[in-house]
């Protein structure tokens, strides 16, 4: 059986490690004003690899952004007594989905039946 208490540590921990990647990120994508303008060879591969650079980041930071807004659902729910349920059905969420991922807000019925492909309702 899954023990909430140590789940909600975690979460909390990744809160912080995600929140903080996610601040590093912001940091690097700002626009490169402040920065040292660097070498003025004005290397075309350098700047097409920092602009893929870039788009990468921005990826990345979208990512973090869903797990982040993940991870505080998952809080909030703790908070309110309903951690551990899925957010569709209502039922138990099976425990070593929840121990493989503490922020699942889903049964693994719901999640797969998510899935993009699913037949609608
Ligand atoms: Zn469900």
Redesign the pocket.
């Given at each position: 059986m899954a023990d909430f208490a140590v789940l909600y540590e975690r979460l909390q921990e990744e809160r912080e490690r995600l929140a903080t990647k996610l601040a590093q990120l912001r940091n690097a994508n700002r626009p490169s004003s402040d920065k040292r303008e660097g070498n003025p060879s004005g290397k075309k591969d350098e700047e097409a690899s920092q602009v893929l650079e870039i788009e990468r980041r921005i990826g990345m930071e979208k990512n973090l952004e869903d797990s982040l807004s993940e991870v505080e659902h998952a809080l909030e729910k703790y908070r309110a007594g309903t951690y551990g349920s899925?957010d569709?059905?209502?039922?138990p969420i099976e425990p070593a989905r929840l121990e493989a991922l503490p922020r699942a807000g889903?049964?693994l019925?719901?999640k797969s039946s998510q899935s993009p492909n699913a037949r609608g309702k």
């Open positions: 899925c569709s059905c209502g039922q889903l049964c019925k719901c």
